[in-house]
């Protein structure tokens, strides 16, 4: 039989689990969508591919044909931690890409995502979705995923068809390529209950060649695996990218 003590015991925890369950709800109704864009710059114009009006740092003339790269556990920063998004996005510069999230109503100072995806991600093999192989940035299970792959051609390249390939990625002990981003944005971003915001966020490709490391075509006109050239390359991720506008 069971006693008054039990009783109410039972009725407590059946009541924390209502009230949990009902502030969770209402949690996930008050949320708000923040739409970001991607685009993509060079030489202060926008990057069109096969266009071949480029010149790096080190006044090397190229012409990009592909540019891809992954973005994973974006949020947004402030004194209570915003929750991460767990998908991850393909985005590529043939398309007008952008990711839609929801985020909590409150005053926003940062945006943070990473470029790459997590080892756990990469141990799993061939997926569906943006980690579909179909995609193209899929190498094998033992080396994962390209987190960023760029393609395109270059009087300064000494491989063959004068073409550049850099496809970065490496998961692995000392060959990790994964860079965490973190943005400041120029005015502080207010979400309301409801609200839809958009954010575009700007790759600036004359970062790449140049940054926290040099990387001239005719230096490297291949990064194909993981290794040191592919950290160092990813070392100029987080230079890369700036929030252009809030609205």
Known sequence: ??????????????????????????????????????????NNKPLVLGDSGYVNEF?????????????????????INSPASTEVFLVDAAHEDSISIWAWPGLYTKMIFTLGIDSALNNSGAQD?????????????????????MEG????????LQRIEHHIGG???????VRQIELNLQQPLIINEGDQKEMTVVL???????????????SKAL????????????????????????K
């Not at 015991?9 to 991607?38: D, E, M, P, R």
């Not at 990064?223 to 809030?246: H, L, Q, R, Y």
Request: aromatic share 14%.
């Open 171 to 177: 998961y692995q002990g000392p060959n990790k390529a």
């Open 223 to 246: 990064i194909m695996i993981p290794g040191e050239w592919a950290k160092k390359s990813a070392d100029n991720f987080p230079g890369m990218f700036t929030v252009k506008i809030v």
């Open 1 to 42: 039989m069971m006693t008054k003590g039990m009783q109410i015991k039972l009725f407590s925890v059946a009541l924390a689990i209502l009230v949990s369950c009902t502030q969770y709800g209402h949690a996930q109704n008050n949320k708000a969508k923040l739409v970001v864009k991607f685009e993509t710059m060079a």
């Open 153 to 160: 051609f270059s009087n300064a390249s000494t491989a063959d």
């Open 204 to 218: 600036n490709l004359d970062k790449y060649w140049k940054g926290q490391n040099d990387i001239s075509i005719a």
């Open 59 to 79: 006044a090397e003339s190229y012409t990009i044909t592909r540019l891809k790269y992954y973005i994973s556990n974006i949020s947004l920063g402030q004194k």
């Open 129 to 149: 979705g943006a980690l579909d192989p179909l995609n193209g940035m899929f190498w094998t299970w033992n080396s994962g995923y390209v987190y960023f792959k």
